[in-house]
């Protein structure tokens, strides 16, 4: 005899196991950018690679195309987050891989929005709302230089292409990291 339906409230972040079991996912690895332009989808390319590397269901995999205010939209409810996205800075080279922080970020493409707030201020004016955000410690940012950003092509540049397995990695050192010091 099947089991009743029963409705249950899932909180963001959670996954319904089908014992009724509700299994909290408190990272969330967010791969930004427009996978139709180019160098642009370098962050939603390493995410879905990193995704394929990490093979466990304990971390969330999603690719947006959102910054600012959000962005908070996204990562609200998780305790942590690796967001990776395209970067072009003055002296960069294509290809060059950044860790930083949120309140580092100068000018990532999509992280920080010139039609939006930055990410440190969104990322304040959601707390101040009571919006459950991570801590600035509990939030990297892997950000890949990039050379073309306005070219409709789904394919990164030579030297960018090169480096997503490296920024992999990267992602991948930085998920360990979380579990060692969440433990």
Same mark, same amino acid.
């Given at each position: ?13 959670? /996954? ?11 990272? #969330?690895? &967010? ?12 962050? /939603? ?15 969330? !995999?999603?690719? *947006? ?5 959000? %962005?908070?939209?996204? #990562?609200?409810?998780? =305790?942590?987050?690796? %967001? ?11 290809? $060059? ?27 304040? !004016? ?12 509990? !939030?990297?940012?892997?950000?890949? =230089? ?7 092509? $789904? $394919?990164?540049?030579?030297?960018? *292409? ?5 920024? &992999?990695?990267?992602? %991948?050192? $930085? ?9």
């Amino acid at each position: 005899m099947p089991r009743p339906y029963r409705a249950i409230s899932v909180p963001r972040g959670a /996954i319904s196991l089908a014992s009724g079991e509700i299994f909290s996912v408190k990272t #969330i690895v &967010v791969g930004l950018g427009n996978p139709i332009l180019c160098d642009d989808g370098v962050g /939603i390319h390493v995410a879905m690679a990193a995704k394929e590397a990490y093979g466990k269901d304990d971390v969330h !995999f999603v690719e *947006a195309s959102v910054g600012g205010l959000r %962005l908070l939209s996204v #990562i609200n409810g998780y =305790e942590r987050v690796v %967001l990776v996205d395209a970067i072009i800075t003055p002296d960069g080279r294509p290809g $060059e891989i950044y860790r930083m922080g949120p309140n580092e970020l100068c000018a990532s493409l999509h992280a920080d929005c010139s039609h939006d707030m930055s990410l440190p201020v969104a990322m304040s !004016f959601g707390r101040k709302m009571g919006m459950p955000l991570p801590a600035d410690e509990d !939030f990297i940012i892997v950000a890949i =230089e990039v050379e073309d950003v306005r070219t409709f092509g $789904e $394919e990164c540049t030579p030297q960018v *292409a090169a480096v997503i397995p490296q920024a &992999v990695e990267a992602v %991948l050192a $930085e998920l360990q990291n979380m579990a060692s010091s969440a433990h």
